[in-house]
Structures are given as structure tokens and as C-alpha cells.
């Protein structure tokens, strides 16, 4: 048998059957591994034990006590059911209820000792425990006495039935699941053994044999991460040769002609990207800066640098909003330089199409802007020398390796605005080299954030009205609806005809939301950069990019329902002018966590740091998307909480690939097959086949 499990099916387990097994399946667990390695989200803690007279009124407690009476059973109407079982200690009675739970009958026979788990409440003299948990006593328990796993889990399946899968799955590998980390590095690391680990992660018997479990579970991701990371650069950077671009004095006019003077962050960025360019190494830099830090300009330059060399040059934008923006903004800077420049998106026609395409063929086009479109097969270049795309993590990583194939090692520049810790970048990038925009532009104000309760409603819109009046324009997003892109859309026209018809009477107001053609999108898009249009009611389809420097107020709807960097991306959208800007948070919960939010957004505007909490808040999982770029997420690691064994994890990652890059050791076998299934997808995206 194969001793990872990952092809032992679910229905070997019992209680498992087919429908059961579809179940699982929606959690994403196809096979034993797959449950084994569904961790718990949480633990409760059933250890102690209380006679029924030490019991505390709302207090979780477990118990042993003695079945006294038959379970009673009383249809209360017709879904619903109460059952009733009195117990004893010997000292005192608690009264058990529990509804609807048929199966129930016949489980209890009066004299039997059972353990008790559940949430007690005292009225008068009497013990009522509503819901607990029970099983026969015995050594080996399994729901109480113990430390209880909390998984994850769905209308499907519950939590008992969760905890049961697991244990069986537990119980059917039974010690036999194989090492994957070598001995030596277990030893180094002081790393607890597999099968102690999963066993300890699930049901652990103290909270050191669960600190040891976990601490070798994310040691063991993090390390595989580090591995994968490292051989996609060693196979994507060093094996190939690049272009070797040569300085022009002309970049310094182009510099000049520029209405404003380069932040030094700026300046820095740039070195660092003409340094790659007049290698002849391939570049693969990833800028990263705040939203509002000016990151447009950069590729600006580089392009510029491409094109002086007789290259052409391509940036993709996520959105053909921000596409045909950048359109706008980058030509009438480099046109008087005698460079052609076109945009391709999927609104323009057939015949618009043809005669870009022919363009890029016979070289009268140098550089390209545009969505996705520009990907496309028969979208082909003459001499491709420079790739960009722009807010890189709205990409798969498909679409950006699709476009870096057009040509023959073309530099490649991306750029993102969702900002993470310099040390946390430089080990999740690993596979590319970074430059940081640390400083925004001068002059730029604070935007004023506040977060508000729907009684405020009025006093935003009449806050809009005024600015409206002063000459200003205004943004108000409407919430996320996740996976449905027609829900949001409604919202957005929902609430464009009342704001249009009511609250905001005799202003221009527009509305643009996923739904709409591209055609509609960019009118919408337009008459509200030329301040034509003053209220932008819009879905997150603006979140990216997008620039007007006159507008000054973003009010977010529902708030509470984005991610902190989302929110900050949003707010991004203002504060880009000389203008004093505000960003009103909606907020419609009562919950500690979407105020703990709030009041991060509330207190700063720092990009770095807010990405910082929001790693923090949210914990493992696909943080900023690194799945989308065929990257696993991690399903224990939590990489801010998790630093330290991030560091040691790396280390432990650049010793074993020192000694033996290509994995293919005996004591890295295992190893290396873990890696080839973690990283499949994205290896064929890059098309890396040779070692691994
Ligand atoms: P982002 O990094 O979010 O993509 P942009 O490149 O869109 O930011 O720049 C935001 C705004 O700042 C633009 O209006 C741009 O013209 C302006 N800008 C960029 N660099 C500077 C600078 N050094 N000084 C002043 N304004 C700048
Ligand atoms: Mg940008």
C-alpha cells in the first residue's frame, strides 16, 4: 500500500460511504491524507472533572454521572422533540435534554456510568445541562476527559461526525504513515516523528505533545514551501539568458519632462531595474509599493528603456478600466519621444484588432497595453524585450508565464500594491527579486477614516452633497457579495436608483459593476475621470488601479465583509490629489472582529502595516493569493505567528538544497515526491520538467 495514503479512497473508513464521501469531498478532502491533514481550527479543553455539585452555572464542564431514569420523549410540535434523561453521582441529580436527536433511544439503560460534557446551567436548586456530549466510561476516551479537536465543518457534517472520521482514519493508518523530513534535519530541528504528529495534532493527549505536533506540521510546510520556492528560482532565473539593454541619455529627458520629480524610493526602485535590464541576466523583479506610491511611472521608464534599445514592450492590467487608463496616461508622456503605442482590450473590434496585431508583427508598435487580451495566441510580437503586468496578484500565474512565452527570455517586471514584510517578501517571493516603494509622493494628506453604523447614512450623503459643491467627486462601493458577481451587481443598481431618485437628487451619479459590457464600463469610467459624472456607485470593480486625483471620498458599504487589504486597497482610490480625502466605513456587525478591523483602518494608513494585521487576523490560509500562482496555501503554518520556524525552515531548506539541489538523494526521496505534487501546477506553468 502506499504508505502516504493519498490514493487510499475515503469509503475504506468506516461510517464513510458514498454520499458521506461527497461530503468530504466539498471540504476538499478526496482520500485518508487528505482527512489526516484537515486540521482543527480549535481545541476545547474537557480535562477537567467536577462532581455535579461543583458544577458552575454557564460553565463547560465534564462529568461522570450514573443513567437513573429511562430517556422520556415529548413531541412538542412537529419538528420537535425533547428528550430527557435524569443522572446521579451519587450526590446530586443533573437533569440531560437534547432535541431531535432520535437516535438517542436506547442508547442509555438506568445503571450505566457515562461521561458528560456540556455547557451547565443552574435554576434553584436544579442542574440542567442542554446538548452534552456523552460516552460510556472507560480508559480510553474519546469527546470528554480530554483535549477535543474543533474542526471546520459544514451543514453536512457535523462536528461529532468530523471527530469521528478522523479518528477512524487515525485508527486505519495506525503508525504506519512514512517520514518525509530526513532524520538528519529531524534531529537538527529537534522535529517530532509523523505519526506522533498527526496523531497529537488531532487528538493530543497534553499541550506540549500538541506544541511538538505542531511545531513539526508547520515546520514540515513551511520547509516544503521553502524547497519549492527555492528550485522554481534556481530553475527559472540562472539557466537562462536575457536580454542586455544598453543606458540612453534619453531616459534623463524623458525623466525631466515628467510634471513631477521622482520620489527617492522611486529613484531606488528604478536603479535596481536598469541594473537587471543592462545585465545579461533575465530579470524577474517584483515591485512592490503602497497604493498612491507611483508605481506607473517606473514601468514607464523601463518601458522607455526597452524601446530605445529597438525592443517592444507589453503591460497587462487586471481590468480594462485600469488598462485603458494606463493607455491614457502613458502616451501623451511617451509619444514625444516618437514611440507608438496601443491599446488592446476586449471592446475593441475585430478590425482594431487586426491592425494591432499586424503592428506588433512588422514592429510599428512598440509598446502594448492592455488586458488579458493582449495573451492571447495570435497576439504575437517581433522582438518582445520587456513584460509587465500590473497589480500582478489579480493574475494566475498561467496568464503571466503565457505572456512571458511570447518571446525569447524577455525581462519581466510585476507589480503588485498589496504590500507584506520586507523579510516575509524576500522568502514567499522567492522566486523573484523585489524592489520596495516605500514613500509616497510629497504633499499627499492622511485620508481621514472613520467607521460608522447605518444611523449615519443621512449625514454621508449629505457630506457628499457638500464636496459635490465644492468641485469634488466621491466613490461609494457596494458590499462583496463572495461568488456571485449578479447578486453584487443588483445591490449596485438597487442602490444607484435610490441615491439617483433620493438622497443624492440633481446630482450626476453613475453606476458600473462586473456586469456590464466593457463598452458600458469605460463610457462610466470616463465621464467620471473628466468629472462629469460626480457619485460613482460602483461593485469592487474599481478596487485596482484606478486613479482620479479629483475625487475624495469613498464610502464602503457593508464593510465588515472585506479583508483589511481590500479596505485599504479601496480607500486607495482617494487621496490622490491635493485634496483633503475621507474614506467612510459602513460597518453592519456587531462583531469583534470586523471592529478590530475597523479600528486598524480608523488609525493608519500604512500599507505595510495594515497587510502586517491582516496576516495577523486572518491567520493561514491563502493570504494574498498565493494560490492563484500554483503556489499551495498553507493549511497550519500562520506566517505571521509562525516567523521564527519560517526563518529556521528556510535555513534547513538552503543547507539540503546545498548539498543536493536536484533532491535526488536517497534521503530526499521523499521529500522531493511531496514537493513534485505540491508544486505540479505551477512547474508546468513554467514548464519545468527537468530534476524535479
Ligand atoms: P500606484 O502605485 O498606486 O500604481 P500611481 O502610479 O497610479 O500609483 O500613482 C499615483 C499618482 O501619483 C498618479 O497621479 C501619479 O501621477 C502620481 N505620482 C507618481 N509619482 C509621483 C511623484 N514622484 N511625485 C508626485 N506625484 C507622483
Ligand atoms: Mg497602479
Not at 520596495?436 to 447605518?454: C, F
Not at 493561514?620 to 520556524?645: E, S, V
Amino acid at each position: 500500500m502506499n504508505k502516504n495514503f493519498d490514493e487510499t479512497p475515503l469509503t475504506t473508513l468506516n461510517g464513510v460511504g458514498k454520499r458521506r464521501a461527497l461530503f468530504l469531498n466539498k471540504l476538499g478532502i478526496f482520500s485518508v491524507r487528505d482527512l489526516l491533514y484537515y486540521f482543527p481550527r480549535d481545541y476545547e479543553d474537557r480535562r477537567a472533572i467536577k462532581k455535579i455539585c461543583e458544577l458552575v452555572n454557564g460553565e463547560e464542564c465534564t462529568f461522570v454521572a450514573v443513567v437513573k431514569s429511562d430517556i422520556t420523549k415529548k413531541k412538542i410540535r412537529k419538528n420537535l422533540t425533547i428528550y430527557k434523561l435524569l443522572v446521579c453521582d451519587g450526590h446530586k441529580m443533573a437533569n440531560l435534554t437534547w432535541f431531535n436527536q432520535h437516535y438517542l433511544e436506547g442508547i442509555f439503560q438506568p445503571g450505566e456510568e457515562f461521561l458528560f460534557f456540556g455547557k451547565v446551567k443552574i435554576v434553584g436548586n436544579q442542574i440542567e445541562v442542554t446538548s452534552p456530549v456523552y460516552e460510556k466510561k472507560s480508559e480510553d476516551t474519546k469527546k470528554t476527559c480530554r483535549i477535543v479537536p474543533i474542526y471546520p465543518v459544514t451543514a453536512d457534517i457535523n462536528q461529532g461526525t468530523m471527530q469521528n472520521f478522523i479518528r477512524s482514519a487515525l485508527d486505519t493508518v495506525s503508525g504506519s504513515i512514512v517520514e518525509t523530513i530526513p532524520e538528519i534535519i529531524r534531529k537538527r530541528y529537534n522535529l517530532s516523528e509523523i505519526n506522533y504528529s498527526i496523531e497529537n495534532i488531532h487528538f493530543p493527549n497534553s499541550m506540549e505533545d500538541y506544541e511538538n505536533a505542531r511545531y513539526r506540521l508547520v515546520f514540515e510546510e513551511l520547509l516544503l514551501f521553502q524547497l519549492g520556492m527555492l528550485t522554481l528560482k534556481s530553475k527559472t532565473t540562472t539557466t537562462q539568458n536575457g536580454i542586455q539593454f544598453r543606458p540612453t541619455k534619453e531616459l534623463r529627458q524623458l525623466i525631466e519632462t515628467l510634471p513631477f520629480s521622482l520620489t527617492e524610493a522611486q529613484k531606488r526602485a528604478f536603479e535596481e531595474i536598469e541594473k537587471d535590464m543592462y545585465s545579461n541576466k533575465v530579470m524577474n523583479r517584483l515591485v512592490q509599493g503602497d497604493v498612491g506610491s507611483g508605481k506607473t511611472i517606473i514601468a514607464v521608464l523601463a518601458l522607455f528603456l526597452a524601446v530605445k534599445n529597438r525592443y517592444q514592450g507589453v503591460l497587462m492590467a487586471p481590468t480594462g478600466i485600469l488598462a485603458e487608463q494606463h493607455f491614457n496616461g502613458i502616451m501623451p508622456l511617451l509619444e514625444p519621444f516618437g514611440i507608438n503605442i496601443e491599446l488592446l482590450t476586449g471592446s475593441c473590434t475585430m478590425k482594431q484588432k487586426r491592425r494591432i496585431k499586424e503592428g506588433l508583427k512588422n514592429l510599428e508598435i512598440d509598446i502594448l497595453i492592455g488586458t488579458h487580451a493582449v495573451i492571447q495566441e495570435d497576439v504575437e510580437f517581433a522582438r518582445l524585450g520587456l513584460v509587465i503586468t500590473d497589480e500582478q496578484h489579480r493574475f494566475g500565474v498561467r496568464q503571466r508565464v503565457t505572456l512571458s512565452k511570447k518571446s525569447e527570455n524577455p525581462d519581466i517586471l510585476v507589480m503588485t500594491a498589496t504590500p507584506i514584510p520586507r523579510t516575509l517578501a524576500l522568502i514567499l517571493y522567492g522566486d523573484l527579486d523585489i524592489s520596495v516603494i516605500d514613500q509616497l509622493p510629497p504633499g499627499r494628506k492622511e485620508i481621514k477614516t472613520y467607521s460608522v453604523e447605518e444611523d449615519m447614512r443621512k449625514r454621508i450623503y449629505d457630506f457628499i452633497r457638500k464636496n459635490v459643491n465644492e468641485g469634488r467627486q466621491a466613490y461609494i462601493v457596494c458590499p462583496l457579495v463572495e461568488e456571485s458577481e449578479s447578486i453584487e451587481a443588483k445591490a449596485a443598481e438597487q442602490l444607484y436608483n435610490t441615491i439617483r431618485e433620493v438622497e443624492l437628487k440633481g446630482l450626476t451619479v453613475g453606476l458600473i459593476h462586473g456586469k456590464m459590457k466593457n463598452s458600458e464600463k469605460e463610457a462610466t469610467m470616463k465621464c467620471f475621470v473628466c468629472g462629469k459624472t460626480k457619485v460613482l456607485v460602483s461593485t469592487t470593480v474599481i478596487e485596482v488601479g484606478v486613479n482620479v486625483p479629483n475625487a475624495n471620498i469613498m464610502v464602503i458599504e457593508n464593510a465588515e465583509r472585506f479583508g483589511l487589504s481590500q479596505l485599504h486597497q479601496l480607500r486607495g482610490r482617494v487621496g490622490r490629489g491635493e485634496h483633503q480625502s475621507f474614506c467612510i466605513m459602513i460597518n453592519q456587525s456587531k462583531g469583534k472582529v470586523a471592529k478590530q478591523r475597523m479600528d486598524i483602518m480608523a488609525k493608519t494608513n500604512d500599507g505595510f502595516l495594515i497587510s502586517e494585521k491582516d496576516l495577523e487576523l486572518r491567520g493561514p490560509g491563502d493570504f494574498f493569493g498565493t494560490r492563484q500562482h500554483g503556489i499551495p496555501g498553507f493549511k497550519i503554518a500562520n506566517l505571521y505567528k509562525d516567523m521564527n520556524i519560517l526563518k529556521l525552515a528556510q535555513e534547513a531548506a538552503l543547507s539540503i538544497m546545498k548539498h543536493n539541489n536536484e533532491l535526488s538523494l536517497e534521503e530526499n526521496e521523499k521529500l522531493r515526491l511531496r514537493l513534485i505534487e505540491m508544486f505540479r501546477e505551477r512547474m508546468q506553468a513554467d514548464g519545468i520538467t527537468c530534476g524535479l
